[in-house]
């Protein structure tokens, strides 16, 4: 079975910190990575796709993917309280299907 | 943008009852599924859909049946609702690029009050 994991938080930065997000992931073949931020009561928002090795950056988010390590990670520059949510990782689990990690919980605090 | 609309945000029903969810995208996606969250489970795939009139079962199949009668639509069928299907519901669409797995795009999700 193919698995992604993710530590669940609560994290805390304090607004206009940088936030580390890290996630590791099982399957060394995997050609693709997501990042999904989903508010409570809210269904999951694409963020990042990533697909290949190294840095992506978006905005005030970048994406950093080392298939050597298996792990990818999303920093998220300058946090504001709007960027309190939970930020779930996601890459291939077989298929087209997509598996997805248990979510990584962030607060930005004034 | 892509756009997958789930036919209701808010829903209850009564143990027993056949219960239907319906599903849309507006983007020619090959790829429909249909997921449930719950606290501390984080999304768990219920069925999926590589084409018109395929489908397969995912992770937790049992008590669910789905649809796809049009490549735009995929429909979730609880044959007989029970409390433990008390849930959010997700719908999510994705593209098809050969062996290349891409990203998925979700619906603004169903919770589903069984009682």
């Known amino acids: 079975q193919k698995e992604v994991e993710q530590n669940s938080g609560p994290l805390s930065v304090p607004e206009g910190a940088i936030a580390s997000l890290n996630c590791t992931y099982s399957d060394r073949g995997s050609q693709s990575f997501f990042w999904y931020r989903q508010y409570s009561g809210k269904s999951p928002e694409l963020i990042m796709s990533?697909?290949?090795?190294g840095d992506k950056e978006d905005g005030r988010f970048t994406a950093q993917l080392n298939k050597a390590s298996q792990y990818v990670s999303l920093l998220i520059r300058d946090s504001q309280p709007s960027d309190s949510a939970t930020y779930l990782c996601?890459?291939?689990?077989?298929?087209?299907?997509?598996?997805f990690g248990t979510g990584t919980q962030l607060k930005v605090e004034l | 943008d892509v756009k997958v609309t789930q036919s209701s945000r808010y829903l209850v029903k009564r143990t027993g009852e056949k219960v239907f969810l319906e599903c849309v995208q507006d983007m020619d996606h090959e790829n429909m599924f249909w997921y449930r969250q719950d606290p501390g489970l984080g999304l768990r795939l219920i069925y999926f859909?590589?084409?018109?009139?395929?489908?397969e079962k995912g992770d937790i199949p049992e008590g669910y049946s789905v649809s796809r009668e049009k490549k735009e639509r995929f429909s979730l069928i609880l044959e007989s609702a029970s409390t433990n299907q008390t849930s959010m519901y997700l719908c999510?669409?994705?593209?098809?690029?050969?062996?290349?797995?891409?990203?998925?795009?979700f619906g603004q999700g169903t919770r589903l009050t069984v009682v």
């Open positions: 999510a669409s994705s593209l098809s690029r050969g062996a290349l797995v891409t990203e998925a795009f």
């Open positions: 859909s590589y084409d018109v009139k395929m489908k």
């Open positions: 996601a890459f291939p689990g077989g298929g087209n299907k997509l598996t």
């Open positions: 990533i697909y290949s090795n």
